[in-house]
């Protein structure tokens, strides 16, 4: 079979390879589409995202609705074939103009939801810091994302109930590299348990937009930090780079959910940026959109399945547990939609708070 496909006529090549081979090796190799959306009222909120693995010949993705604590979850998988495009089976994503203007179709099937979703860019996009961690002498990470505030139209249903999309919030990613957790195996060593507290954060109002990420060690060392403040281009005024993010977390008793935060962004003008945060609805219970050893074959993404469509529901009811079909699910990856106010303003945002250890040490209170 050959590899050439559609990208291989542009001039874009960056290996001496077609498009459908990678620049490495490393099973672990993917590109990933990122989507969330947030109605005006906060009660319906959706999650959609693809990825491909060229190296394991497969393209999967996700589309899930939170709607009164309540996840919808639908997953699909099929195998990598050199055109390259950007749908698996019933899911579609295309950029109908890069940057500015992309599609997010999931089509009505034996499942509880639906979608014809358009996003239209409210900034520009934010080309973040290189991620990359070595550990126990191999590359656990390498990879490079941008993220991007813009608004949604179009319609979303959940059970049969249509709602109409008008402005929505949203914020999306696009990320590509070397990850853990690829393909249904990883090797042992890399994978030691550090204790850590990992911060992100996407918010904006009507008048300013807030991107940071922030992580620490058990001891609050800043192992990496990246962020900006950025202002509406009609605003005039230029972003400024972020300086130092302080921070009060109140968890969920027994849980790592949060229910309200604090963060003081320091900007590099010494000035103070009051944050507060209040959760909607519940965090994402991410096993549910494969991730974590989702699916139902509890192997994740990247894994050679064939043509699959599978779908279930997760039960978010009780702050802080997840359970599905009435028994525990434990969904590791939480993140965390919210209501911000910045500097007085009203506004949405998107704010994981992942920890690993001791998370005592970050609970309401510390800075």
């Not at 590509?176 to 195996?185: L, M, N, T």
């Not at 060690?217 to 962020?227: E, I, L, P, T, W």
């Not at 993010?245 to 968890?251: G, L, W, Y």
């Not at 994402?284 to 990247?302: F, H, I, L």
Request: glycine share 10%; aromatic share 12%; net charge negative.
């Amino acid at each position: 079979m050959s590899l050439l496909g559609p990208m291989d006529e542009q001039l874009n090549h960056q290996t001496s390879q077609p498009f459908r081979v990678p620049g490495t090796t490393d099973h672990r190799f993917y590109d990933r589409h990122w989507f969330e959306a947030i109605s005006s009222d906060g009660e319906v909120m959706m999650l959609a995202g693809m990825g491909t693995y060229k190296n394991m010949g497969v393209a999967d993705g996700f589309m899930v609705v939170q709607r009164a604590r309540q996840q919808k979850n639908v997953r699909v998988s099929r195998m990598l074939e050199n055109d390259m495009r950007a749908s698996v089976g019933p899911l579609s994503i295309d950029v109908l103009e890069p940057y500015e203007h992309l599609r997010v179709s999931l089509e009505p099937g034996d499942y509880p939801i639906a979608a014809e979703l358009e996003w239209r860019s409210v900034y520009p996009v934010y080309l973040e810091a290189p991620h990359y961690t070595f550990n126990d002498g191999r590359v656990v990470q390498d990879t490079n994302r941008y993220d991007q505030i813009g608004s949604w139209s179009g319609w979303l249903e959940v059970d049969g109930e249509r709602f109409e999309a008008r402005d929505w919030w949203g914020v999306r990613d696009h990320s590509w590299g070397v990850r853990p957790d690829v393909g249904g195996f990883e090797p042992a060593n890399g994978r030691r348990r550090e204790t850590l507290l990992w911060l992100w954060t996407f918010a904006t109002t009507d008048e300013l937009c807030v991107h940071f990420q922030l992580r620490e060690d058990a001891s609050g060392n800043v192992k990496h930090f990246d962020g900006e403040v950025f202002y509406p281009a009609s605003d005039g005024r230029p972003s400024m780079r972020i300086a130092r993010v302080d921070h009060q977390i109140e968890f969920i008793p027994g849980t790592r959910d949060w229910t309200r935060l604090h963060y003081d962004l320091v900007l590099e003008d010494g000035s103070v940026l009051g944050m507060d945060a209040e959760a909607l609805q519940s965090a994402w219970a991410y096993r549910g959109t494969g991730y974590e050893n989702g699916y139902e074959d509890s192997k994740g993404v990247g894994v050679v399945r064939g043509d699959l469509i599978e779908h279930d529901v997760v039960d978010l009811s009780i702050p802080g547990k997840v359970t599905r079909q009435g028994a525990p699910y434990f969904p590791g990856h939480r993140e965390q939609p919210a209501r911000v106010t910045i500097d007085g303003r009203i506004g949405f945002g998107h704010l994981p708070v992942m920890s690993s250890g001791y998370i005592e040490r970050y609970n309401l209170g510390r800075k």
